[in-house]
C-alpha cells in the first residue's frame, strides 16, 4: 500500500519545497467525499502504479486506506517528469468513467509479411462501476493481416460496461513497414 502525507499548504512556495524533497503533488477527490490535497514520495508513487494488478491501488493517506484510480496527470513539458496526478476513489456502485488498458494477444500474420503491429490506442474510455471494471480488454490480433484494422465496434460488448469513445475509431491496425 502506498504511504502518503497530507500536504498543510497548497500555496505556490510550498508545493515547490514539496516537490524540492522528491515528493509528487497529488488531489484525492471522490462524489460526496471531500478533496484530501496530499503528497507521495515520487519513487514509490511510481514503483506502485508500474507495478499494480489491476487499474484501481491502495494507498493510505493520514490513517485514511482507500482504492483509488489515476484520472489524470500533469508532467513537466521538457524533462517530463510528474509534477501532478489527480487521483479519483474507487466508490463502489458509484458509475464514472475510467481508462481501460489494451493488450494485443497473439502474433499477427502480418508480421511475416513485413508489416508492424500500430496500437492507436492504448486506453479505451468506458463507463462503469468500479467492481464490473476488467482489468485489461485483451484483443486476438493473429488472424490480421497488412492493411487489416481492429475498431471499437469490432469488441464484443462487455456486461456493463459502455464504452464512450466512438464506434468507428481504430484501436489496432497493421500497417506496413518502411
Not at 486506506?65 to 483509488?68: A, D, G, L, P
Not at 494485443?104 to 499477427?108: D, L, N, S
Given at each position: 500500500m502506498l504511504e502518503g502525507i497530507v500536504r498543510e499548504s497548497i500555496g505556490k512556495r510550498s508545493t515547490k519545497a514539496y516537490r524540492r524533497d522528491g515528493y509528487l503533488i497529488a488531489n484525492i477527490y471522490g462524489k460526496g467525499l471531500e478533496n484530501?490535497?496530499?503528497a507521495f514520495k515520487m519513487n514509490d508513487f511510481i514503483r506502485t502504479v508500474r507495478n499494480k494488478e489491476s487499474v484501481a491501488f491502495g494507498v493510505n493517506v493520514a490513517g485514511n486506506?482507500?482504492?483509488?484510480v489515476v484520472q489524470g496527470y500533469e508532467s513537466h513539458p521538457?524533462?517530463?517528469n510528474l509534477l501532478h496526478?489527480?487521483?479519483?476513489?474507487a466508490q463502489a456502485g458509484v458509475v464514472t468513467h475510467y481508462h481501460i488498458p489494451v493488450k494485443?494477444?497473439?502474433?499477427?500474420i502480418g508480421l511475416k509479411n513485413k508489416g508492424m503491429l500500430h496500437v492507436s490506442k492504448k486506453r479505451l474510455r468506458v463507463k462503469t462501476a468500479?467492481?464490473?471494471l476488467p482489468n485489461a480488454i485483451e484483443i486476438n490480433v493473429a488472424p490480421l493481416d497488412l492493411g487489416d484494422s481492429i475498431l471499437l465496434r469490432d469488441l464484443e460488448k462487455i456486461e456493463n460496461v459502455t464504452f464512450t469513445d466512438?464506434?468507428?475509431v481504430s484501436i489496432?491496425?497493421?500497417i506496413k513497414a518502411k
Open positions: 484530501i490535497h496530499a486506506e482507500m482504492n483509488v521538457v524533462s517530463g496526478v489527480d487521483l479519483m476513489v494485443p494477444v497473439g502474433t499477427p468500479i467492481e464490473n466512438s464506434d468507428r489496432l491496425s497493421i
